[in-house]
């Protein structure tokens, strides 16, 4: 290995390295009483290695923020590939979501800290991220709907404003993803905190399952 990709290469985990830390001690202890010197201390460098990589701890707040985010939508990916039912990948999705936040619960805490402490900021990089999955998630959903597998919502008048599948599946996919996240939410702020999926669960048989015959339950 050469010696500018070895330096690239232990920069990129040093990077991750302190993302890691930052993340489970902002979780613990929000953002105001976090320390840099305390994820400094935990990884075993000097304050001036931290502000190397992340100059303020703002950016190494969004960073995390960023990465999160990140994570999820490559999670969902992974688990809807491959499966060639739009249903079925669509039932994917939800699971993905449940089971990543399952594992990660202290990612709830982070963006509770990060929207408490840069509202317009959280705003645009949650808009930026959502706006990806919910063009996809309404593709799916729009597959789904034409191939009949789902029913398309009864749609307000006037028609003019509500033509056609795309806007049903648009009505649709807006509401799955609310109740999605409103799942999360209220499970996490709640006394039960390991129950995601087996919510999910129920939101697959509750909006996805007419027909109970494509339900394997």
Same mark, same amino acid.
């Given at each position: ?9 232990? +920069? ?90 399952? +594992? ?42 034409? +191939? ?64 109970? +015959?494509?339900?394997?339950?």
């Amino acid at each position: 290995m050469k010696r500018q990709e070895r330096i690239k290469e232990i +920069k990129a985990r040093r990077y991750q390295e302190i993302l890691d830390a930052a993340t489970g001690i902002f979780a613990r202890h929000g953002y105001h009483l976090t320390d840099v010197e305390v994820i400094a201390d935990k990884l075993g460098v000097g304050k001036g290695t931290i502000y190397r990589y992340f100059p303020t701890k703002e950016k190494l707040f969004t960073a995390i923020m960023e990465q999160m985010m990140h994570q999820l939508a490559g999670i969902i990916a992974a688990k809807a590939q491959g499966i060639s039912n739009p249903l079925e990948r669509l039932r994917a999705v939800i699971r993905g979501h449940m089971e990543f936040f399952e +594992k990660n619960m202290h990612i709830l805490e982070i963006f509770v800290h990060y929207r408490s402490e840069y509202k317009e900021k959280a705003r645009e990089i949650y808009m930026r991220h959502y706006s990806r999955g919910f063009k996809r998630t309404q593709a799916l959903v729009h597959e789904c709907i034409d +191939k009949g597998l789902i029913k398309a919502p009864s749609l307000p008048r006037p028609p003019m404003l509500h033509r056609g599948t795309q806007a049903g599946a648009k009505l649709c996919a807006s509401i799955l993803i609310d109740i999605c996240y409103g799942i999360l939410f209220t499970t996490f702020l709640g006394a039960s905190k390991r129950v995601f999926r087996e919510k999910g669960r129920y939101l697959e048989e509750l909006l996805l399952c007419g027909d109970k +015959k494509m339900c394997d339950v």
